[in-house]
């Protein structure tokens, strides 16, 4: 059973930053020990001033286990909130240039063929444009119209149509932006797209030392398994970063704690598909076939920002012929984890269901983001035998002692069942959960 995990988080492009994340991360931790039961408490954030990440560690306790969790969110809002300082009308140059490219490339339609609604969804903010374009134009052309119906002598009432029309999208673009988000996305597009050809060195020097980081855990730390999670755009950065520290340190996960790779709501086809990211692609197939790594990717159907069903190796046409994959593609039914009513509002809320893999269940089940953060058992454990170890630790004692048994004797247990390495390799007594 593991006792000491650390879990490093890359966020995805998202300007909020530390601040957010842990008010959330607090409040929907306290609504996981409500739901299973347990007893738990978390700290404070810490982290040094000259160290772009921030740790807070968390204690929870079940019946007859308990683990200490260190929590590392890795910081690079600095840079997504430089980038937001960019002119409105730089994104949206910046984002048409990058979807002219991919529709020229190729990029576009290998995204709709994958996940038509991910392509949609990819599609809306431009759509979103045009519409306030067109909208815009109407306005200003009426107001022409009225001024030359009352007289208004030429060129005028077209230089008031088109003062309007201008005034008119400007406003439109500005006021709905806490409910449209489109400028966000346009930055976000823009951002990605330049990463992919290899053009943010900013990005690219805080990866390496976010490798760095993942490194130091591995060689100095204490915990029995590191989990590095990559949730949306954080996925292909999780991943980026997880080459590099094998780049610098080859034995990475063979020796000290298990290393696993988590992926979340991914999108990793935004930057895999540009025709000129192999060496994206390359990293992938790194992770993929490296055995001292265990790499699980959580994906959803509902969700419009991640690809279902999408495997990130055969779909980025990357060959495996008879090499074993470390790679588990394991899908999420949301309606499963929430309330009838929840699921009913979030289907309707995209960016809500998007979160809903860093929040807290509202009924058990086989996924539980707090369950692989604060729980006794290891992710390529909970992969094998989901629903075992679940009732291990949350069902009712006799549902826990037949857990157990079922965990003690599955077949693939000397292999994917071994308990972290400097864990206690007893069998649980017939009492234990």
């Excluded at 996981?32 to 160290?51: E, T």
């Excluded at 809002?77 to 002119?87: A, G, L, Q, V, Y």
């Excluded at 005028?156 to 806490?178: K, M, V």
């Excluded at 980081?213 to 954080?234: F, K, L, N, P, R």
Aim: proline share 6%; aromatic share 14%; hydrophobic share 45%.
């Amino acid at each position: 059973m593991v006792r000491r995990r650390h879990v490093i988080y890359v966020q995805g492009y998202d300007p909020r930053g530390l601040a957010e994340y842990y008010r959330m991360f607090r409040g929907e931790y306290r609504k996981f020990l409500a739901l299973y039961g347990f007893k738990g408490d978390i700290a404070r954030v810490d982290g040094a001033p000259d160290r772009n990440a921030s740790l807070w560690s968390v204690h929870t306790q079940g019946r007859d286990w308990q683990v200490d969790t260190t929590y590392e969110f890795l910081r690079w809002e600095d840079i997504i909130r430089r980038d937001f300082e960019r002119p409105m009308g730089w994104a949206i140059v910046a984002a048409l240039h990058a979807l002219l490219g991919a529709v020229f490339q190729g990029g576009l339609f290998r995204v709709l063929r994958a996940h038509w609604r991910f392509g949609l969804f990819v599609l809306y903010p431009y759509m979103l444009l045009l519409g306030w374009f067109v909208s815009a134009g109407l306005v200003g052309t009426a107001v022409a119209a009225l001024g030359a119906h009352f007289g208004i002598p030429a060129p005028l009432p077209a230089l008031l149509g088109i003062g309007t029309a201008i005034a008119a999208f400007l406003a439109a673009i500005r006021l709905t932006e806490p409910t449209t988000y489109m400028l966000y996305l346009f930055q976000d597009a823009a951002s990605t797209a330049q990463y992919a050809r290899r053009e943010r060195a900013d990005w690219e020097e805080r990866l390496e030392t976010f490798a760095g980081y993942v490194i130091e855990a591995a060689q100095t730390g204490a915990a029995d398994e590191i989990v590095v999670v990559g949730h949306s755009s954080g996925s292909f950065l999780a991943v980026d970063v997880l080459t590099r520290a094998l780049a610098r340190d080859p034995d990475l996960g063979r020796h000290g704690p298990r290393v696993v790779l988590l992926t979340i709501g991914a999108n990793l086809p935004i930057v895999g598909f540009h025709r000129g990211a192999q060496w994206f692609r390359d990293l992938i197939a790194r992770l993929a076939f490296e055995p001292s790594i265990d790499w699980v990717d959580y994906q959803s159907r509902r969700d419009v920002m991640n690809f279902f069903p999408f495997n990130p190796v055969t779909g980025h046409r990357i060959e495996v012929g008879n090499r074993p994959l470390s790679l588990k593609v394991v899908p999420v039914q949301f309606r499963d984890v929430v309330s009838p009513e929840r699921f009913a509002w979030l289907r309707w809320h995209f960016f809500s269901l998007h979160f809903q893999f860093l929040r807290a269940n509202e009924k058990p089940n086989d996924y539980d983001y707090f369950m692989i953060v604060a729980g006794p058992f290891s992710l390529p454990q909970r992969v094998a035998m989901p629903r075992a170890v679940t009732d291990a630790v949350a069902g009712d004692e006799t549902a826990a002692r037949a857990a157990w048994q079922r965990i003690a004797g599955h077949p693939q247990a000397p292999a994917a069942l071994a308990p972290a390495r400097g864990c206690d390799t007893s069998t649980p007594t017939a009492g234990a959960p």
